[in-house]
């Protein structure tokens, strides 16, 4: 049995506005493996990145629990939950928000020198294996707006890795790409995955979803369903649509 890394407990979140409570998850209990690269997927306006921001801690639960290596988190002082988010956990958003007046190596290197017993040399030599890994280093000096959407996005991913997280919460990570740079960002996510980062992105896209290995599906704040699949491997053209086909069946089952 793999380890947990963050467990949900009876999970739920509302928002009131103009004195409307919107209920958004409903007593959600799930666990996320270490190793695995989890997919949560569901219909537009089900509480995706909703779960994502309540298990990352990004954003306060109504009730229940978010545990971290066992421990809860809910209730941590705003501080402990800042150092927990910057020592273990990594984020990729749909934009890459990086640091315009920072150059592409900085954008990734700045963050490191968080890294609680790590001297700058050490995060600077991280930060260069980086660059080289997500294909960057004849850019690795240009500024954000001198580089393509694809780069940029490449470039969160290893500012997202660079202090070796616990598991890298990934929200909807190609949604503002063209085809060619989600593929590219989701060779880079399934090569960090092979290597033993754990991932959890919330997807729309059927072909982002097969890259994982485990797939849940929220509708209404309800986890409805979960499919278990085999790591994903690199392969050609037939493996990928067996695959799809496989989680287009399956999310058919869900009335998808
Ligand atoms: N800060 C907020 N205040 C009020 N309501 C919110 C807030 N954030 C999210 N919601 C509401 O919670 C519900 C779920 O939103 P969420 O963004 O989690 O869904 P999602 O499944 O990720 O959607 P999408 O796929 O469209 O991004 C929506 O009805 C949204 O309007």
Redesign the pocket.
């Known amino acids: 049995m793999k380890p947990i890394i963050i467990q949900a407990e009876r999970l739920s979140k509302s ?1 009131a ?1 103009d004195g409307v409570q ?1 209920h ?1 998850l409903s007593n959600v209990d799930l666990a996320l493996y270490e190793g695995d690269f989890t997919a949560v997927m ?10 994502l921001y309540c298990l990352s801690g990004m954003d306060t639960v109504t009730a229940g629990d978010v545990l971290y290596r066992g421990s809860s988190i809910t209730s941590l002082r705003e501080q402990d939950m800042a150092e927990l988010r910057a020592q273990r956990f990594g984020f990729v958003f749909q934009q890459a928000h990086l640091v315009s007046n920072l150059t592409l190596f900085e954008n990734i290197a700045v963050p490191g020198y968080l890294k609680a017993g790590r001297s700058a040399a050490a995060t600077r030599a991280v930060a260069s294996a980086l660059v080289d890994r997500m294909d960057l280093a004849g850019d690795a000096h240009h500024l954000p707006s001198q580089t393509s959407g694809g780069q940029q996005q490449r470039c969160a991913v290893a500012r997202s890795v660079v202090n070796g997280p616990d598991v890298v919460f990934a929200d ?1 990570p190609t949604g503002a790409l063209n085809r060619a740079n989600t593929l590219e960002v989701l060779s880079l996510l399934c090569e960090l995955n092979a290597a033993g980062q754990s991932i959890c992105m ?1 997807t ?1 896209d059927v072909q982002c979803a097969v890259r994982a290995n485990r797939i849940l599906y ?1 509708e209404d704040g309800v986890i409805k369903g979960e499919l278990d699949l085999p790591a994903y491997l690199e392969g050609d053209a037939a493996y990928l649509k067996a695959r799809e086909a496989q989680v287009n069946a399956w999310l058919s089952s869900l009335s998808w």
């Open positions: 928002y506005a919107t958004v569901g219909p537009s306006g089900s509480g995706k990145s909703t779960l909807e919330v729309h929220l």
